[in-house]
């Protein structure tokens, strides 16, 4: 396994993490536990701020490799 396959499978995984989130988010508003919502709604942004990460990560290893 290479690194961009590590990368990819750590993308797949926080990808999956932060719609899990997204959804516990909606659940929480829909009855208005506003706590819940708010608890879920900073990690949802924290994954997907790492998402962010692990993309330019993946994005850079792919053009070093091409150089």
């Given at each position: 396994?290479?690194?961009v396959d590590k990368l990819s499978f750590i993308e797949t995984q926080l990808d999956d993490a932060?719609?899990?989130h997204?959804?516990?988010e909606e659940r929480a508003l829909?009855?208005?536990?506003?706590s819940d919502y708010m608890y879920h709604?900073?990690?949802k942004e924290a994954f997907k701020g790492s998402l962010m990460l692990i993309r330019d990560l993946q994005l850079?290893?792919?053009l070093n490799d091409k150089n």
């Amino acid at each position: 396994m290479d690194i961009v396959d590590k990368l990819s499978f750590i993308e797949t995984q926080l990808d999956d993490a932060a719609k899990k989130h997204k959804e516990a988010e909606e659940r929480a508003l829909g009855v208005a536990n506003y706590s819940d919502y708010m608890y879920h709604k900073g990690h949802k942004e924290a994954f997907k701020g790492s998402l962010m990460l692990i993309r330019d990560l993946q994005l850079q290893v792919l053009l070093n490799d091409k150089n």
